[in-house]
């Protein structure tokens, strides 16, 4: 396909008038191309979105959307439909209500433990859920079927988006838009909540209420994301960093920059995944291929990033 | 930023501490605008646990803050934070925000929740590190800043947030000599622009320099309260510290200054 023929097909859904071309053109760009491309962007943005809040709330560079479990529970949602044999729709269902139950059972541990430090309560409870939660999926993968099932399993944990259908985006993009809202209203309070609990609540915020709507909402998009494109790692890990090196730390500057940076990441890596080999290359795989080395080389350049 | 009418801070038989412990109890002073009000006591006497109680950072045990008569009990954040402006201890921070950055965060209360500091807040921002001194260092990353210019900065956060009572933890703790004598002058001049201050200091010399009252904390009770010259004897030092002090009286500029000089011979028996 050239880029005319693609610029006039695309065109041509705008317009409305028929293009002349052959028909699978069509099917290529809105049902195959199209959407992987779309959901790339959507959850490489969710991710760092969700990360750059992450690791403003829990003030450690080291914190991704996962510290409180919500991949791990969704993993279990999914490893489990899978091992039930459910359809794709029930699947991505499970992966995302049990993510966001994860979450709920962290965030309710915290504040049944209140204790000086709610940052650190919280953190340890995500730990012990989060490790509780991974051996549960252990047990599913010891337990299913190895020809069928036990490649679908790992397949879904490495991250894909092959088959992420517009459907899939319909169902996942409420989720995320709900979860960017609060944190683009918050962005300057966002700020005062890395000075630390005693400080941010001295300058006038409400440390609690704030913890709670950031958690939800980052919560919200990565369980949204990681249910249609599995657990895909680094990128909310990675890309806030990347931010922070280039934009400095302020929330207002962070949150556009690693949105756009994780959008842009995950659609090149994708696009490795797809085209590197004769076969996909799991997404999981490839971000940590990746990441990895460029993690290292943010570290040495900057001091701006991390301190 | 203009002197405000006179707040009156008054702590009313406060008790203080954390769930199943309480640290002191029956603390009661009164504090009006433009005065300063100097907390000492030896390590672990409650000092720090006293002023997040002030603030409620933590909920008193018993007891009541009341500014200008009211209770702050019910009080959200943000009407706190307006009121009270919170200097705690230096510490490096988790991200390199500038020192603009850190100031402008004083401005907090006064911006919408689902805002960002205007235009307004960012000239009080620089007139807060301007009238610190510090207004050359506004783009520097906090954390590359000493241990001195930290201080000033977070005491221009303070000033930002308008505050009509100043809460100063150990506000010279870690800086060299001529920063604490800096980080004084300004603690004078704030109150003559009409700001209650309370800090707290180990220096019982820096409470004769700039202190309007001395509160003498020990075992969790206030075991003075009073102008410096009469709370700070060599007696009420004997028990507290169990060190001996000569209190000295000299003359600056036709004024008596009082300082203290201790004895390390007799302090070692």
């Known amino acids: 396909m050239t880029p005319a023929e693609l610029s006039t097909v695309l065109w041509s859904r705008v317009t409305g008038v028929p293009h002349g071309l052959p028909s699978t053109i069509d099917t290529v760009v809105f049902n195959v191309r199209g959407p992987r491309i779309v959901a790339a962007i959507l959850v490489g943005a969710a991710l760092a979105a969700a990360g750059a809040a992450y690791q403003g709330l829990f003030r450690n560079p080291l914190v991704s959307p996962d510290i409180l479990g919500v991949s791990t529970g969704a993993a279990l949602g999914a490893v489990t439909g899978i091992y039930l044999s459910l359809g794709v729709v029930a699947i991505q269902s499970l992966a995302f209500v049990v993510g966001l139950g994860a979450v709920a059972v962290v965030y309710a541990t915290g504040a049944a433990l209140r204790r000086h430090d709610p940052i650190l309560i919280l953190v340890l409870a995500g730990i012990v859920i989060g490790t509780l939660l991974g051996s549960c999926v252990s047990l599913l993968k010891y337990l299913a079927d190895p020809y069928n099932q036990l490649p679908a399993i790992t397949f879904w944990l490495l991250g894909s988006l092959a088959s992420v259908t517009i459907g899939d985006l319909k169902a996942v993009t409420p989720s995320v838009v709900l979860g960017l809202v609060p944190l683009v209203l918050l962005r300057w309070r966002m700020n005062v909540m890395t000075l630390g609990e005693d400080e941010a609540r001295a300058l006038g915020v409400d440390t609690r209420r704030l913890r709670l709507v950031v958690i939800a909402a980052a919560t919200l998009m990565t369980a949204g994301v990681v249910s249609i494109s599995g657990v895909v790692g680094w990128i909310g890990l990675l890309v806030p960093h990347l931010a922070r090196f280039l934009v400095g730390p302020d929330f207002r500057r962070l949150l556009p920059v690693s949105i756009l940076l994780g959008a842009g990441y995950l659609l090149g890596v994708d696009t490795l995944a797809r085209t590197m080999a004769r076969i996909e290359i799991p997404l999981g795989v490839l971000t940590a291929f990746i990441g990895a080395p460029f993690f290292i080389w943010v570290l040495a350049a900057s001091r701006r990033g991390w301190q | ?269």
């Open chain 2, 1 to 269: 930023m203009s002197a405000r009418g006179a707040v009156r801070l008054s702590v009313e038989r406060l008790a203080f501490g954390y769930p199943g412990r309480v640290v002191g109890r029956d603390v009661s002073f009164g504090l009006a605008a433009g005065q300063v009000l100097c907390l000492l006591g030896p390590n672990g006497s409650g000092k720090t646990t006293l002023f997040r109680t002030l603030l409620r950072l933590l909920e008193p045990e018993a007891g009541a803050v009341r500014v200008d008569g009211a209770t702050i009990a019910a009080w959200p954040r943000r009407r706190i934070a307006r009121v009270f402006g919170y200097v705690p201890q230096a510490q490096l921070g988790t991200f390199p925000f500038t020192a603009l950055e850190v100031v402008l965060m004083g401005r907090t209360a006064h911006v919408a929740l689902f805002g960002s500091p205007s235009a307004h807040d960012r000239r009080q921002a620089e007139a807060a590190l301007d009238a610190l001194g510090i207004a050359h260092l506004a783009d520097r990353p906090y954390p590359e800043m000493s241990g001195g210019e930290r201080q000033l900065a977070l005491v221009a956060r303070a000033l930002a947030q308008e505050p009509s009572i100043l809460v100063m933890d150990e506000p010279t703790a870690s800086l060299d000599f001529g920063n604490q004598v800096r980080v004084l002058s300004h603690v004078q001049a704030l109150a003559q622009r009409g700001i209650a201050v309370v800090l707290s200091t180990h220096d019982p010399d820096q409470a004769f320099l700039c202190a309007d009252q001395v509160a003498l904390l020990h075992e969790g009770r206030l075991a003075r309260l009073g102008p410096p010259a009469e709370v700070i004897t060599p007696a009420t030092l004997r028990e507290v510290y169990g060190v001996d002090v000569d209190v000295i009286t000299i003359t600056r500029e036709g004024r008596a200054v009082r300082v203290c000089l201790p004895s390390l011979a007799r302090s070692a028996g």
